[in-house]
C-alpha cells in the first residue's frame, strides 16, 4: 500500500494513527541521486500519538534496499538501510526548546506536511558516507594488489632512483 504524500501531523497525533506503507523509488529523488540505485520501495511504518504532555509526536522505521559502490573493490555492494526515528512536530523553529530530547523537531509550519520529505530525511541520515562488500564477499584484495603494482612502477620512475643508477 502506498503511503500518503501529504498528510496532517496534528490530527494524525489526536487520533493515535499508524500508518504502514511504501513509497516508490522515483518518489525519493535525494536519495536517489546519493546512490547508484534504490533497489525496491522504501517500507515504514510510523505511529502518531500524542505523548505524556500532549505534545503531538511520531514515531516510527523506515527501511530500503540501495546499490552503492564499494570503496575497497569498486564495484557495486547493495546495502539495506534501516532509519529509527522519533519526532515531534512543532509550528515555527521558536519552539525548538520546546521539543523533548528524545525528539528530534519536525517543523510543519502549515496545516499539512509532506511524509515523503521526513522519510526520505530519515534513511538519507542512516545512509553511511562509504560502503564496504562484507569481509569474503569482496574482491578488495585484488584492487590493493593493483595499487602496490602500480606503487612499484611509481618507483622505478622516480628521479632519485634514476639519479641513483647515474652515480652507479
Ligand atoms: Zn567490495
Known sequence: MALPT????????LQGNLLEGEIKAVDLPRL???VSAICGPLKASIQFELDESRAKVA???AMVTVETVCQRCLDPVKV???AEFAVQVIWSEDHINRV???????LVVDKMANLNELLEDEILLAL??????PVGECTGETFLEEVEAIGDEVVLDNPFNVLLQLKK
Open 6 to 13: 501529504q498528510i496532517d501531523p496534528r490530527k494524525l497525533a
Open 59 to 61: 514515531h516510527g522505521t
Open 100 to 106: 523533548a530530547a528524545n525528539y528530534e523537531p519536525w
Open 80 to 82: 539495506d538501510l534501516r
Open 32 to 34: 536517489e541521486s546519493s
Open 128 to 133: 553511511p558516507l562509504v560502503n564496504y562488500h
